[in-house]
């Protein structure tokens, strides 16, 4: 099945500022989905990335917020930006396995916004 | 709506039987999965059965469905101390990239000797 690499694995952030977390995965995809991760909690979907169009959010998720970028068909970046404590989560990004059912996912980015 | 419900918190003597359960309310998902998630580390796909089956079994792993009562189930046996991670029961009704997977809240497995 495919591999994701994401990275950063974890990063601690200022409030105000941005991060930008990046999946690459190490054959082409149609679709990339990012998700969030609070603590204690079951996983979200932010958005479905699609490469050549704007990504599609789900409610509650707008792109000023969480700008995404697919570049290529093996690429793609989420940005959480302005960050405040609140998005203090794990980030994942995953792809449709494509030999079986299901979803691949990235090791996942811990953010702590302080 | 959709929705998935786990318990919180499963503890299991090494060596028993570990199983954890999942209920959901969607009756058109065609596709429930297991998903494993150890510290640190992103989700792993334990496995998946198909609405149409009743049973699914995977060396220590055995896949329970109870369409009628939406109750789905993991029992992992002679559980080990490698086990210890959170188990997240998903839905789906396509495999399809346009059908959006919904995850339960997750259980946490621990293990005592």
């Not at chain 2, 998903?35 to 896949?63: C, H, W």
């Not at chain 2, 399809?96 to 259980?107: H, L, P, V």
């Amino acid at each position: 099945s495919a591999v994701i690499s994401q990275k950063p694995s974890r990063d601690i952030c200022q409030r105000g500022t941005s991060l930008t977390i990046q999946c690459q995965v190490d054959s082409q995809v149609t679709m990339m989905f990012w998700y969030r991760q609070q603590p204690g909690q079951s996983l979200t979907l932010i958005a479905t990335a699609n490469q050549g169009s704007e990504a599609t959010y789900e409610s509650g998720f707008v792109i000023d917020k969480f700008p995404i970028s697919r570049p290529n068909l093996t690429f793609s970046t989420l940005t959480v930006s302005n960050m405040s404590p609140e998005d203090s989560s794990i980030y994942l990004c995953s792809v449709e396995r494509t030999e079986s059912y299901g979803y691949t996912f990235g090791s996942g980015t811990r953010l702590t916004v302080v | 709506g959709e929705d998935v419900e786990q318990s919180l918190f499963l503890s299991v003597r090494e060596g028993d039987s570990s199983v954890i359960n999942c209920t959901y309310t969607d009756s058109s998902s065609t596709y429930l999965y297991w998903y494993k998630q150890e510290p640190g580390a992103g989700l792993q796909l334990l496995t998946y059965i198909f609405s149409n089956m009743d049973m699914k079994q995977d060396q220590r792993l055995t896949v329970l469905l109870n369409k009628k009562d939406k109750h789905l189930s993991l029992r992992i046996a002679d559980t080990q101390t490698g086990d210890s991670a959170i188990y997240f029961c998903a839905e789906s009704k396509g495999y399809s990239s346009a059908s959006k997977i919904i995850f339960g809240s997750g259980t946490r497995l621990s293990i005592r000797p």
